[in-house]
């Protein structure tokens, strides 16, 4: 699957593809939460839907290049563009690692941008 990074502000060197082969794009679900009532029964407190509640995972083999791009997006840019199949989104990276070879990649979602 190929998935889109790009930086917000314009940078010639701000894009990449990322060949990715099993992506996680998380929980899909809605704010909210359960509590119990004294007469045993329950109230609940539905708050909707929020992209900004996705996590997308994603792990793969990087290349020299890649490696330096991406630790030059997350040094100079706080927020960036991602594309997937689910969609495009305002996003910030959470974290990024390598080991043994294999990035991880974590994308913090904070809306949709188009479907």
Known sequence: MLLHINTKEYDLLGSMVLKVEDPDFGEFKRRGNRVATLDGGAAVN????????????????????????????????????????????????????????SANLIILPLSRLSE
């Open 46 to 101: 539905d708050f909707g839907y929020s992209d900004s509640d996705l996590q997308f995972k994603l792990r793969w083999m990087p290349t020299a290049d890649e490696d330096s791009a991406i630790r030059r997006i997350i040094r100079l840019h706080p927020r960036i563009r991602f594309s997937a199949p689910q969609g495009c989104f305002e996003a910030a990276i959470g974290s990024y690692s390598v080991v043994n070879g």
